[in-house]
Structures are given as structure tokens and as C-alpha cells.
């Protein structure tokens, strides 16, 4: 069976939202899904002061861990047009992966969220690609036989690059049904891709 990890970082929830839809849409497609967060790099304190949540059910990731799935979608915030940086930091610790090659071949994805319409969430998934392919993976986006990514009757996020959702300059909304819908589909999308290539490879 294809396994699937969604590995993210979410320092509000909402991110933690969108990765359990992602989850939900690979799970619909078959694939064992499983759920993983990158550590925060500030003290709890800190945390704690600004408000974010800590305690998020997922847990912690493991570098190794990642070369065990079929399939990496990666969910990270925009920070000024690019992934946050626990994710980051998280992701330059795959040095041992690289020089193994331990990822080459397997489905990478990215969603994200932004606080405004314009607030870099192409930016931040196209950034975060170069990552991915340096580990030799193959990317696939949010297609457009994903409908919901047309029409002008609301304002929400996600584009070919990716499923993404619009929070809010202070955080206060978080991802409506459309965006859900984006990542659930998006998740489906991996995983069915993850399946059909694996089956290929083993034929």
C-alpha cells in the first residue's frame, strides 16, 4: 500500500487544518497516511506570549523517517514569500538523505496559507520546490481539474502550484470549505500518483 507522509509546520492551526484535509484526500485514495510536525524554534515561553498553539496532536518528525514514504506533501505558513523557517531547518537536516539519494524518485507537494490574497503563497511554494528536486524528488501541483480553483464567487487561496488558503492579516479566519476541498483534492492527486508510479516501478 502507498505511504503517504504530510509533514508540516503550523504555528496558529491553520496549517495543522489544511494537513489533516491533505491527509483525509490521500487517505480517500487509498494510501496509509501519516501526519507529522517539524518542531517550532522558539522556546514554549515564546510561544506561549504570542498565542500560537502547542498543542498540536501530531507529532514530532524524524529526518530518517522521510526516505520510509512513497509520498511527501509539505504544509508551511508564507513567511515574506517563502516557508517558514522551522520547516527549513527542518528540511537542511536531509543532507544524510541526499548523499543516499534515499528520496530520489518518490512524489513531493507543497500547501500553504498567507495572511492576505497577495501574500506570497506562489512565492512560497515555488521556492520551496528547488528543495525537493535537489533531493530528486518528482513535484506535482494542485491541477486544474481541481474546480474549485475557478469562479469569482469567493475570495480563497491555492493556484496550480499548490492548495493554499487566505487567514487573515491577524489569523482570524481560517480555511474555508473551497480551500479544504483544494487540499483534500491535493492530497488524493499524490497519492494516486504515488500509487500508479510505484506499481510502474515494480512491473
Known amino acids: ?20 484535509a491533505v491527509a483525509e484526500g490521500a487517505s480517500q485514495a487509498g494510501a496509509t497516511v501519516s501526519i507529522r510536525r517539524v518542531p517550532d524554534l522558539v522556546p514554549m515561553q515564546i510561544s506561549e506570549n504570542e498565542g500560537s498553539p502547542i498543542n498540536q496532536s501530531a507529532p514530532l518528525a524524524h529526518i530518517d523517517e522521510l526516505a520510509d514514504y512513497d509520498a511527501i506533501i509539505i504544509g508551511t505558513p508564507t513567511r515574506f514569500g517563502s516557508m517558514a523557517a ?44 528547488p528543495t525537493l528536486f535537489h533531493l530528486g524528488m518528482i513535484v506535482v501541483g494542485l491541477p486544474y481539474t481541481f474546480e474549485g480553483q475557478a469562479g469569482l464567487e469567493e475570495v480563497k487561496g491555492g493556484s496550480p502550484y499548490g492548495a ?19 487540499a483534500r483534492f491535493q492530497g488524493h492527486h499524490v497519492a494516486t500518483l504515488a500509487s500508479r508510479l510505484a506499481h510502474k516501478l515494480a512491473a
Do not use: C
Open 1 to 20: 500500500m502507498t505511504r503517504v507522509l504530510v509533514l508540516y509546520y503550523s504555528a496558529w492551526g491553520h496549517i495543522e487544518s489544511m494537513a489533516h
Open 86 to 129: 522551522p520547516m527549513r531547518a527542518f528540511l537542511e537536516r536531509a543532507g544524510g538523505l541526499w548523499s543516499r539519494n534515499a528520496l530520489v524518485g518518490k512524489v513531493g507537494a507543497i500547501f500553504t496559507t498567507s495572511g492576505t490574497q497577495h501574500g506570497g503563497q506562489e512565492t512560497t511554494i515555488l521556492t520551496a520546490m
Open 164 to 182: 493554499g488558503a487566505i487567514v487573515g492579516s491577524d489569523g482570524e479566519r481560517m480555511p474555508t470549505a473551497a480551500e479544504l476541498a483544494g
